[in-house]
């Protein structure tokens, strides 16, 4: 047979080109070209082809070395193919024929399947839901059980060599060779093929610290477990860049293109473009630190070792090596509040006055409202006139890198409660007890009663921002359909992760966005319908539809809401969540129209909030229009602060949207009360409401929680120019380290509420979770 040359692809070719690098399709077949005919450096060149038909010839598998980048159908049916190893290279085939290839069988069928993770048409048939299960199903299921036979049965050698290493290797393969079955008697290779890949993976995963190591799947750990045994299950190395950590330096810095403003950096290291502008930069990073090289990233440079920085805020850490150095039994439980609290309870009010009042209440005072509109309309809350009291309960460390206890550099950035519907203790006005929470590569869900982390799931070389909780119906044999709670959450990579916490799978993902996700929620009224707001200053609606009793999903996207910086929260009107959106953002409060009714997809914003701390003039620190909390008291109320703003504000949604006239942009914010809160002025510390108690929450910078209990008569005693103080300041507990002193107060990023405020949890950027529970309770 003679060898292929350029002349014969030319001539096979159906383009009228000279030229091989413009060639699409390549018909080959019938030539009884053997594999070793087939010249790899010639083929090569087609790099624009896109389909290739090699069927009816004598090939025994594609050569090595062959790359053809925009291959998307390929037919390689009848030949002498006994292996379909050699398909892997050809990634981006989304169309395969292999009928008629007498050696091969059900089990390459399947191999080549979950090889090629665009494939969707096999053999003339789609594929897609088998190639689902098999790519995402099966591959679960299998691997919990390989990673429930090492924490059974194995561990690492010590001291770790490439000799111990590979014996270990060898034993802990023959082990899930024989020890895990699964699947039909005909699949029994493939089978093997997948648990051997599997096993090596997991080993080569704990052994492996390098940043940025492959990704592989979700895979849920045990509270409960020994430290040593959750050290194993990790697969994460050191902490890399995120979109999210703020640094606090007192020397200057400037902070290049950085995705949440800096109103704190002034001076000369540049820095990679951060996911949020930090205002909290305390110390003076030097040259060659990984500071602030991602979206999220602030880091502070403290006296210890502390791990690369991550885009949102920074890691706060003041001097924690004279405070914090020993070690916790636990890292998942370790910090138990009701175990090493000191005894002093939180701070009760003996007047709202006195408790809130701090070096900066004169200037507070001198401030006017005589911009604020006025109240329009009365508003009444219908919520208890008795304040709750909250108890610190349990103190978690369940974030850490490499479950390390000395990780006090890890920040947790989101928590929500599971919807009533799913909860385990029957009566939904019992509150539900398990909220969610994450921070760096791991979203955990916890028990808040038992501080018991029930799920923990870690995707190494993530960092999650943002996560939320929706209620889909799955479908079932017979027609019928069943509620389940799930789970999407997502971050620095801008991927959206489908989890279903109940049966421990995470069942799906999709692309979100090319940078990282700053703010996620699912719609109250649809529940397929997820928001999604990322560093591309873009906000989309995904519709990602039900489920069927494989875990399948169609994802579609809906809108594009196009924001003018990035969205960090984002709220839906209670009483009519398919008509408009607003979205918190660095640079302002932004109303969207999101009826579906509309024909347009790319939508701007229908107007934008203002409010009266935007006319403070402060030349230096000009960041009063990041919007970092917003949140609906009721169905009118919203509670909402600026940066740097020290109180918050509640005001009418309907009055404010009475007040604008449609022909400007901008309209004023009807202002029903301000509450006074911390002086700080750092960002991102996001305030919480439980609509159903009347509440409003807010942590700030030294582990406090100001609580403001919002009632009839509070509101109506709201009056000009004067702030109203919180109902009550809950202390930092102080938790205490055996042998060691007690944990200084963290900054509190994010707050979450049961609907009838039976618990409370904040987290830290710390890597502490912090739950309090309500008395008598």
């Known amino acids: 047979m003679e060898k292929i040359t350029e002349k014969i692809l030319l001539e096979k070719s159906s383009q009228k080109t000279n030229k091989l690098d413009q060639i699409k399709t390549l018909n080959l077949s019938r030539m009884g070209l053997k594999s070793e005919d087939l010249p790899v450096p010639l083929l090569s060149k087609l790099c624009s082809l896109e389909q290739l038909d090699l069927s009816g010839n004598m090939l025994q598998e594609i050569p090595k070395g062959l790359v053809l980048p925009c291959l998307k159908i390929l037919n390689c049916s009848n030949n002498d193919m006994e292996d379909v190893a050699s398909l892997e290279a050809l990634r981006n085939i989304e169309e395969l024929r292999l009928e008629d290839n007498l050696y091969l069988t059900v089990n390459d069928e399947h191999k080549v399947i979950f090889m090629l993770p665009k494939l969707r048409v096999f053999n003339g048939k789609d594929i897609s839901s088998t190639a689902h299960h098999i790519r995402h199903g099966s591959t679960e299921i299998l691997r919990k059980r390989v990673i429930g036979l090492w924490e059974r049965s194995f561990s690492l050698p010590d001291p770790i060599t490439a000799q111990s290493l590979a014996a270990v290797e060898k034993s802990f393969v023959n082990a899930v060779y024989s020890q895990i079955k699964y699947g039909p008697s005909s699949l029994g290779d493939y089978t093997k093929w997948r648990l051997e890949a599997i096993a090596k993976e997991y080993l080569k995963s704990l052994t492996c610290s390098e940043e940025g190591s492959k990704v592989t799947d979700i895979t849920p750990t045990k509270e409960n477990e020994t430290q040593a045994e959750r050290r194993t299950r990790d697969l994460g190395g050191n902490s890399i860049a995120s979109p999210l950590k703020r640094t606090r330096n007192n020397t200057d810095v400037s902070a290049e293109a950085s995705p949440r403003k800096s109103s704190r950096l002034t001076s000369a290291a540049p820095v990679e473009a951060s996911p949020r502008k930090s205002t909290r930069v305390l110390?003076?990073?030097?040259?060659?630190?990984?500071i602030?090289?991602?979206p999220r990233k602030?880091?502070?440079?403290?006296?210890?070792?502390?791990?690369?920085?991550?885009?949102?805020?920074?890691?706060?850490?003041?001097?924690?090596?004279?405070?914090?150095?020993?070690?916790?039994?636990?890292?998942?439980?370790?910090?138990?509040?009701?175990?090493?609290?000191?005894?002093?309870r939180p701070a009760k009010c003996e007047s709202p006055r006195k408790t809130v009042k701090d070096q900066n209440t004169a200037q507070r005072s001198k401030r006017t409202t005589a911009d604020t509109p006025r109240k329009t309309t009365r508003v009444k809350l219908h919520v208890p006139q008795e304040p709750v009291s909250l108890q610190p309960f349990h103190v978690l460390q369940c974030h850490s890198r490499q479950d390390s206890p000395d990780d006090f550099s890890t920040q947790l950035w989101a928590c929500a409660f599971e919807p009533p519907q799913d909860c385990s203790g029957g009566d939904t006005r019992d509150g539900c007890r398990t909220?969610?929470?994450?921070g760096g590569e791991t979203l955990?869900?916890?028990?808040?009663?038992?501080?018991?982390?029930?799920?923990?799931?870690?995707?190494?070389?993530?960092?999650?921002?943002?996560?939320?909780w929706s209620t889909v119906l799955m479908s079932r044999t017979g027609g019928s359909s069943r509620p389940c709670n799930i789970l999407a959450a997502g971050g620095k990579r801008g991927l959206v992760k489908l989890i279903h916490p109940r049966v421990n799978l995470a069942f799906g993902e999709f692309r979100a966005s090319r940078r990282a996700i700053s703010i996620m929620r699912f719609s109250p009224s649809n529940a397929s319908f997820l928001?999604?707001?990322?560093?591309?200053?873009?906000?989309?609606?995904?519709?990602?539809?039900?489920?069927d009793q494989d875990y399948n999903f169609k994802i579609s996207k809906l809108l594009v809401l196009e924001t003018s910086s990035t969205p960090l929260h984002l709220s839906l009107l209670p009483a009519s969540p398919d008509t408009h959106l607003l979205s918190a953002c660095d640079e302002g409060l932004y109303v969207f129209d999101i009826q579906l009714s509309k024909n347009t997809q790319k939508r701007n914003e229908e107007m934008e909030i203002v409010f009266p701390i935007y006319k403070k003039n402060d030349k230096?620190?000009?960041?009063?229009?990041?919007?970092?909390?917003?949140s609906f008291l009721s169905d009118d109320i919203v509670a909402s602060k600026s940066h740097m703003q020290g109180s918050i504000y509640l005001w009418s949604w309907s009055g404010t949207r009475a007040s604008w006239n449609g022909r400007k942009k901008e309209t004023a914010a009807v202002v029903l009360a301000e509450l006074q809160w911390s002086s700080t002025d750092i960002p991102y510390l996001s305030l919480g409401t439980c609509p159903g108690c009347g509440y409003v929450v807010c942590g700030d910078e030294q582990g406090r929680l100001w609580m403001y209990h919002i009632t009839d008569t509070v509101m109506k005693n709201f009056k000009n120019g004067k702030t109203i103080s919180a109902t009550e300041v809950l202390e930092w507990p102080s938790p205490?380290?055996?042998?060691?002193?007690?944990?200084?107060?963290?900054?509190?990023?994010?707050?979450?509420?049961?609907?009838?405020?039976?618990?409370?949890?904040?987290?830290?950027?710390?890597?502490?979770?912090?739950?309090w529970k309500r008395d008598n309770h």
């Open 283 to 290: 110390s003076t990073p030097q040259k060659n630190d990984p």
């Open 292 to 294: 602030l090289s991602s």
């Open 298 to 344: 602030h880091a502070r440079i403290t006296s210890v070792d502390t791990p690369e920085g991550s885009p949102r805020k920074s890691s706060r850490l003041e001097n924690i090596s004279q405070k914090v150095v020993s070690k916790t039994e636990s890292p998942e439980k370790q910090l138990r509040a009701q175990a090493s609290l000191p005894t002093s």
């Open 435 to 438: 909220v969610a929470t994450c």
């Open 444 to 468: 955990c869900v916890i028990d808040c009663e038992s501080g018991h982390v029930l799920k923990k799931y870690k995707v190494p070389g993530e960092e999650f921002f943002s996560l939320t």
């Open 531 to 547: 928001f999604t707001g990322t560093y591309e200053n873009k906000i989309f609606l995904w519709d990602i539809g039900g489920l």
């Open 620 to 630: 230096k620190k000009n960041t009063y229009r990041t919007i970092d909390g917003l």
């Open 736 to 771: 205490v380290r055996a042998g060691m002193g007690a944990l200084e107060g963290p900054s509190i990023n994010s707050i979450a509420m049961d609907p009838y405020l039976h618990y409370l949890v904040a987290l830290t950027d710390k890597n502490m979770a912090v739950v």
